[in-house]
């Protein structure tokens, strides 16, 4: 059946993107308990789209940009199959681009979005940061040796940067996690809440 905009729901809806160990997750569970949402989670969707579908090349691995075009389309479907069902939610995803989300709107609607990243960071002391809270979380960068890490942590502050200016060339919020983080995190969670 086709909805009409009545049809919309009022309920709470947030997409966080950005780079890893930005604080997404973080951001993520507390929009999710304080208004008692779904948390989409999108690592986990990319976890499962490559044990399954390999076919369909949306990995954790390669290039992002790439791997976010081909999964946009699944996701902005998802979404509006939650919306559909007037179902609040917080997705959150490494895998998006700002473009991704202009291109989302389309049939999702204006759905309050965010980029968090650490184009600012240190490289050394991002790394530091990681490690001192791998082994507490559990993250699986704790698997990483450190030399992986540190690319990793370059690799995420040179993405932080590309999507940071996407994002003003999109007009979509960027909040840099990288000097003090729970200012940067309340300070997020203010833009989205609005």
Known sequence: PRRTNADVSLTHKF???GASRSG???????????????????DAIVSSLEDAFPQLQVTHDGDLRAIGDRFEEYIKYLLWNYDYEKSGYVFDSTHLYPRNIINMRKKIGDIPSI????????????FQDIRR??????????????GELMQHVRNHINKSKEQKQECQDCGIPYVD??????????????????
Do not use: M, V
Not at 117 to 124: I, L, N, T, V
Not at 133 to 146: G, Q, R
């Open 24 to 42: 997404k997750s973080t951001l993520s569970k507390r929009l999710r308990d304080r208004f008692d949402i779904s948390w989409i989670i999108g």
């Open 15 to 17: 997409i966080i993107c």
């Open 115 to 126: 980029f968090l990243g650490y184009a600012d960071a240190d490289p050394e002391q991002k």
């Open 133 to 146: 809270f791998d082994p507490a979380l559990n993250w699986w960068t704790a698997k990483l040796t450190d």
């Open 177 to 194: 996690t990288s000097r003090d983080f729970e200012k940067a995190l309340i300070e997020a969670e203010k833009i989205l809440i609005g």
